[in-house]
T-cell receptor, first 117, second 113 residues
């Protein structure tokens, strides 16, 4: 079974609108971390936002927020007020285990977001 | 200067060549990683070095050989590769302790001909 599932291969949004990118995960660990990365065409994976499994509040970083629904095992990324520069691949990732000593991540297949003027 | 730097950015090599990918991080991290990103597949973790010791080798063929001479540098030595090894190879670094994010380089786009 996939550990990280991103069901949207591609999403389209108009500039200045909000968009939600879906992510569900599968783990039996009690302690884990969820991450979102952005990968523009240049190739670099850019860290956007992190949510710990014990965090009670949804994480927010500027225009990015993570809608964390623990019981549903979902960690959707919400981008408010989309900009043209937001066009990129977006990856959801999970780090399992508490204090495992390093940060190996399991990634989903990604969602391609295209922002139109 | 970016936090994690990879060179070269692009590499074309024949199946009989030997080449090396280089990764350097300037973030003071003590764990480094190689990931492989093939078309239409999720990123695959290849190797992990924690405190300069290799701690994970995820069933990677021996034609890929990592080297971590110190906590700031990571190499991936390549020899007798196959065309299916063509991919984007991403290096990342992080702190060892805590649920911290990994920071990635821009990757090396490798084409094996």
């Amino acid at each position: 079974a996939q550990k990280i599932t991103q069901t949207q291969p591609g999403m389209f949004v108009q500039e200045k609108e909000a968009v939600t990118l879906d992510c569900t995960y599968d783990t039996s660990d009690q302690s884990y971390g969820l991450f979102w990365y952005k990968q523009p065409s240049s190739g670099e994976m850019i860290f956007l936002i992190y949510q710990g499994s014990y965090d009670e509040q949804n994480a927010t970083e500027g225009r990015y927020s993570l809608n964390f629904q623990k019981a549903r095992k979902s960690a959707n990324l919400v981008i408010s007020a989309s900009q043209l520069g937001d066009s990129a691949m977006y990856f959801c990732a999970m780090r399992e285990g508490a204090n495992s000593g390093y940060s190996t991540l399991t990634f989903g297949k990604g969602t391609m977001l295209l922002v139109s003027p | 200067e970016t936090g994690v730097t990879q060179t070269p950015r692009h590499l074309v090599m024949g199946m009989t060549n030997k080449k090396s990918l280089k990764c350097e991080q300037h973030l003071g991290h003590n764990a480094m990683y190689w990931y492989k990103q093939s078309a239409k597949k999720p990123l695959e973790l290849m190797f992990v070095y924690s405190l300069e010791e290799r701690v994970e080798n995820n069933s990677v063929p021996s034609r890929f050989s990592p080297e971590c001479p110190n906590s700031s540098h990571l190499f991936l030595h390549l020899h007798t590769l196959q065309p299916e090894d063509s991919a984007l190879y991403l290096c990342a670094s992080s702190q060892v302790q805590g649920a911290t994010e990994a920071f990635f380089g821009q990757g090396t786009r490798l084409t094996v001909v």
